[in-house]
């Protein structure tokens, strides 16, 4: 490793590390700002009561006070504090159980849209305007087109009511199906259009056509040389649409019922859990900033030509 790109390395590791900084700071002060509190909606609650609840949490100390020590608490032991709602648990305990599930079916749908993507990408892009090409592009425009909640929707109608092949729930096994391909189908759709693109752009460089020139194999240059170098952009993609699905989609979690991460954000709002919403807000976001530093440090082993500057 030489000096320039251990330079490169250190300086994308702290701007990662002062943007988690900055959205803790304005996640932590943004929730302090919201009307109300917490333990404004515990029925028939004494305002003795509510005041005891506040000293419990640390909530009655000065703002700065509760900032430091919930930045402290970060920092030094990983610890987002206490459920506000769901007495006797930590916040991230909750969200390590969700992610159990959140990361199995994120993970299965990322890469599978990854592969998936990439070799549609390809071969919309080696069969250029033919038949084929204008259905895979008809097809991927129709799935980048359709929200999330709607194509959950019609999949659940389709294969748990009408056909009962599937579990409408997604507690089991089979019933985290239709919430995989749910969540796969939009990725797959967006990475092959952008795997078409980048490599029409590459199969039109120089080097490619001195590469034909020269006799070289058809099969090394768009292995060796075209889908290699078309990569890039889809690296730049992979890195924040993963993390957004490993987390995941709050909608399709909704909808099939899955015990994730996401549903969890979803109740920690309606419950008014504050030291919920701060640490999911702040686990997803820290996650998105890992996968595009990773992202980055990948540019150089997919093109060797990408200058660390």
Request: aromatic residues 10%; without cysteine.
């Amino acid at each position: 490793m030489n000096s320039k790109m251990a330079f490169y390395i250190l300086k994308r590791i702290l701007l990662a590390i002062l943007t988690i900084w900055i959205v803790i700071t304005v996640t932590f002060f943004v929730m302090h700002a919201v009307p109300g509190g917490p333990f404004v909606s515990e029925k028939a609650i004494s305002k003795e009561a509510q005041a005891a609840l506040e000293a419990k949490y640390g909530l009655d100390k000065p703002l700065l006070e509760q900032y430091t020590t919930y930045l402290s608490d970060i920092v030094t032991k990983f610890d987002f504090g206490p459920s506000l709602k769901q007495r006797g648990r930590q916040v991230i305990d909750i969200i390590l159980d969700g992610m159990k599930t959140s990361a199995k079916i994120g993970l299965i749908a990322a890469f599978s849209a990854a592969v998936l993507g990439i070799v549609l990408g390809s071969v919309a892009a080696l069969r250029r305007n033919t038949v084929l090409d204008k259905v895979i592009m008809v097809i991927t425009t129709a799935f980048v087109s359709m929200p999330s909640f709607i194509m959950g929707s019609f999949l659940l109608i389709i294969f748990s009511v009408r056909l009962g092949w599937l579990p409408a729930n997604g507690a089991s096994s089979a019933g985290l199906i239709l919430p995989i391909i749910t969540l796969a189908l939009y990725p797959v759709s967006y990475i092959t259009r952008l795997t078409r693109s980048s490599m029409l752009d590459v199969l039109g460089q120089d080097y490619i056509r001195t590469a034909r020139a020269k006799g070289v194999p058809g099969r090394r240059i768009i292995f060796g040389h075209a889908l290699k170098n078309s990569l890039i952009p889809v690296i730049t993609y992979f890195g924040p649409m993963l993390a957004f699905i490993v987390t995941g989609s709050m909608v399709v979690e909704q909808i099939f019922a899955v015990p994730g991460i996401g549903r969890q954000f979803v109740s920690s709002i309606t419950n008014r859990d504050y030291t919920m919403i701060m640490g999911t807000t702040i686990f997803l976001a820290s996650l998105i900033v890992i996968m595009n530093l990773i992202s980055d440090l990948l540019y150089k082993v997919v093109d060797p030509r990408i200058d660390y500057e």
